[in-house]
């Protein structure tokens, strides 16, 4: 199972981003999704996350400008960005809860992908 992060790259601010989060190989399904980030110097932090049905959470910095979705064909996940600002600046992190054909649950990190938000 491979799950991997696009999309990232340098916008102005006020510009958006859509990241993307995909999960390949043998799996059946993604279960939940959260997004991270982490800037340099600074902890990893939650920013938002997506469940089996749907229903989203996300942190207090980005609620209104980002929303998380999901294409359960795809296996994907999307972070679409807006109104970003340079304290949006960060490597973006997607953890993916995968149901694979076993019907076992795993926890997959794909490996980031690098936000910078210029002023």
């Known amino acids: 199972v491979q799950v991997v992060e696009s999309g990232g790259g340098l916008v102005q601010a006020g510009g958006s981003l859509r990241l993307s989060c995909a999960a390949s190989g043998d799996i059946f399904s993604i279960k939940a999704v959260r997004w991270y980030r982490q800037a340099p110097g600074k902890q990893r932090d939650s920013v938002a996350d997506?469940?089996?049905?749907?229903?989203?959470n996300y942190a207090d910095s980005v609620k209104g400008r980002f929303t998380v979705s999901r294409d359960n064909v795809q296996n994907t996940v999307y972070l679409q960005m807006n109104s970003l600002k340079p304290e949006d600046t960060a490597v973006y992190f997607c953890n993916a809860i995968v149901v694979i054909t076993t019907g076992y649950e795993y926890s997959y990190w794909g490996q980031g992908t690098q936000v910078t938000v210029s002023s």
């Open positions: 997506i469940g089996n049905s749907g229903g989203t």
